[in-house]
């Protein structure tokens, strides 16, 4: 396979998962400008401040990646109202179309994180994952000490197959000798997926 006629949006219990879009550039500029202190340590490519010209920048680029079926970068959005709650998406690094493989990141607006949504977007991103897209197997990885992370995968039932020993600079590599840190590897075969009881 090597595109794909996406599916555009899922409505779960509270949010909705669906594309960027143009327009979206205002709500994802105050999300992030919301949540750098809180991103900043394991989300790499966040800034302290985001113009909403570079968001929409951003928001449009998410669109026709997802057009051209090389990117599927996914926006938490709430069941009403024009915020944004967080981000997640299915990212083509492991053999993507051709292999029905994809991982899965994610960032939740501070505000809203801790409260069990990143857990149920997770939920959702799986459910959605295999009832819709062709995905086989989809994955999660995260830095060892990424507490939050790594909860979100094991409660939302994903599978453990691993460390990537020193695979990644450290989150805080301010050290004179700069750290390596371990990443954590999650994945869910569709064959096995179970929404886990409770969620
Ligand atoms: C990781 C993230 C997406 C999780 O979303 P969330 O809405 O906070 O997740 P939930 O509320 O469903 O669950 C969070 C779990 O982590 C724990 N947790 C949250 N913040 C934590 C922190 N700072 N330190 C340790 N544990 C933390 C919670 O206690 C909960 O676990 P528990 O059920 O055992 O108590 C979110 O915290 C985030 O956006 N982090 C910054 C970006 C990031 O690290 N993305 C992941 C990259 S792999």
């Not at 995905?135 to 000490?145: G, I, Y």
Request: hydrophobic letters at 40%; aromatic letters at 10%; one cysteine or more.
């Amino acid at each position: 396979m090597s595109y794909l006629f996406a599916p555009e949006s899922h409505a779960a219990d509270g949010f909705v998962l669906r594309s960027y879009d143009v327009g979206d550039g205002g709500a994802l500029a105050r999300s992030l400008n919301a949540s750098y202190d809180h991103l900043k340590t394991f989300s790499t490519w966040a800034r302290p401040v985001t113009s909403e010209r570079e968001a929409e920048e951003r928001a449009r680029h998410f669109r026709a990646k997802w057009l051209l079926a090389q990117d599927f970068v996914v926006c938490v959005a709430p069941e009403e109202g024009a915020e944004i709650l967080g981000g997640c998406g299915y990212h083509l690094r492991e053999g993507g179309l051709a292999r029905r493989n994809a991982e899965i990141g994610m960032w939740v607006r501070a505000d809203a994180a801790g409260c069990g949504l990143g857990t149920r977007v997770l939920v959702a991103l799986l459910e959605w994952g295999f009832a819709e897209w062709p995905w086989e197997r989809l994955t999660w990885r995260c830095a060892a000490e990424n507490t939050a992370s790594r909860r979100v995968a094991e409660k939302a039932g994903m599978r453990p197959e691993g460390v990537l020993r020193g695979h990644r600079n450290a989150a805080a590599p301010q050290a004179a000798t700069p750290q390596r840190g371990d990443t954590l590897l999650f994945a869910t075969l569709r064959d096995t997926w179970r929404r886990p009881a409770g969620r």
